[in-house]
């Protein structure tokens, strides 16, 4: 069974090309809207749960990797013991690699172009596409992070 924290991520793409979110929007500023918005996770039990399918650790290690490489520094102790935090900040992370996975190579998303609802669909048959290729895509991205 496919861990619940990788069908958010995988989720959140999905529901956002089909339902107008990115229209207008800058390819650019994709991964913002779909991954930074509003948390996934806002009750403890739930991340706490999800996180543990994947390794509570290895997930606290990746947040503090990325946060270092990104930002050249690691939020407060307090955020890696709050579940909520790192999973969301996990599905950032993951929701990055992929957008750049599926996207990366398109011209469109290069050159920072609007989210027509044109693009969306193209963008969404991309995610199906890849989806259909590798139905553990977001899994083997988390094991390459």
């Given at each position: 069974m496919k861990?619940?924290?990788f069908e958010e991520v995988e989720n959140q793409l999905i529901d956002a090309l089909a339902d107008g979110?990115?229209?207008?929007?800058?390819?650019?500023d994709m991964h913002h809207i779909?991954?930074?918005?509003?948390?996934?996770?806002v009750y403890y039990e739930d991340a706490?749960?999800?996180l543990e399918q994947i390794g509570t650790s290895l997930?606290?290690?990746e947040?503090?990797?990325?946060?270092q490489d990104d930002f050249g520094q690691t939020s407060s102790f307090e955020n890696y013991g709050n579940p909520c935090w790192v999973a969301n900040m996990l599905v950032y992370i993951l929701g990055e690699a992929l957008i750049n996975h599926i996207f990366g190579d398109d011209p469109d998303y290069q050159e920072g172009n609007a989210i027509t609802p044109e693009l969306a669909v193209k963008y969404a048959?991309?995610?199906?596409d890849a989806f259909d290729a590798d139905p553990d895509l977001v899994?083997?991205?988390w094991q390459n992070l």
């Amino acid at each position: 069974m496919k861990p619940a924290i990788f069908e958010e991520v995988e989720n959140q793409l999905i529901d956002a090309l089909a339902d107008g979110t990115l229209d207008g929007a800058s390819t650019v500023d994709m991964h913002h809207i779909v991954y930074n918005q509003s948390e996934t996770y806002v009750y403890y039990e739930d991340a706490k749960r999800d996180l543990e399918q994947i390794g509570t650790s290895l997930a606290c290690q990746e947040v503090l990797r990325y946060e270092q490489d990104d930002f050249g520094q690691t939020s407060s102790f307090e955020n890696y013991g709050n579940p909520c935090w790192v999973a969301n900040m996990l599905v950032y992370i993951l929701g990055e690699a992929l957008i750049n996975h599926i996207f990366g190579d398109d011209p469109d998303y290069q050159e920072g172009n609007a989210i027509t609802p044109e693009l969306a669909v193209k963008y969404a048959k991309m995610v199906d596409d890849a989806f259909d290729a590798d139905p553990d895509l977001v899994a083997r991205l988390w094991q390459n992070l």
